[in-house]
């Protein structure tokens, strides 16, 4: 069985960083798309950013687009989420996914 693992969320004030790393182990997560996806109060679901297994093809939300940054390091089978300029409107739990794994998620609160 595999296990996803996140961490790095808290509270920033809208314009500032934050940086999430989900750790992976357990199975070859090396080898497939890592993604992130965030969740609202009263929301669904919503993609965030995506990274091939290479590391060379990434893919944004629009909303994110320019702002954050995927990347990974395949040593340590571990995928980063750099999150600048972050609004209020970027509030929400973060999870990491990997197929059908998911991560328990990080909660990342802006303030005004």
């Known amino acids: 069985q595999g296990q996803l693992v996140e961490s790095g969320g808290g509270l920033v004030q809208a314009g500032g960083s934050l940086r999430l790393s989900c750790a992976a182990s357990?199975?070859?997560?090396?080898?497939?798309?890592r993604n992130w996806f965030r969740q609202a109060p009263g929301k669904e679901r919503e993609f965030v950013a995506s990274?091939?297994?290479?590391?060379?093809?990434?893919r944004y939300a629009d909303s994110v687009h320019g702002r954050f940054t995927i990347s990974r390091d395949r040593a340590t089978n571990t995928v980063y989420l750099q999150m600048n300029n972050l609004k209020p409107e970027d509030t929400a739990v973060y999870f990491c996914n990997a197929n059908d794994f998911w991560g328990q998620g990080t909660q990342v609160t802006v303030s005004l």
């Open positions: 357990g199975r070859a997560f090396s080898t497939i798309t």
């Open positions: 990274i091939s297994w290479i590391g060379t093809t990434t």
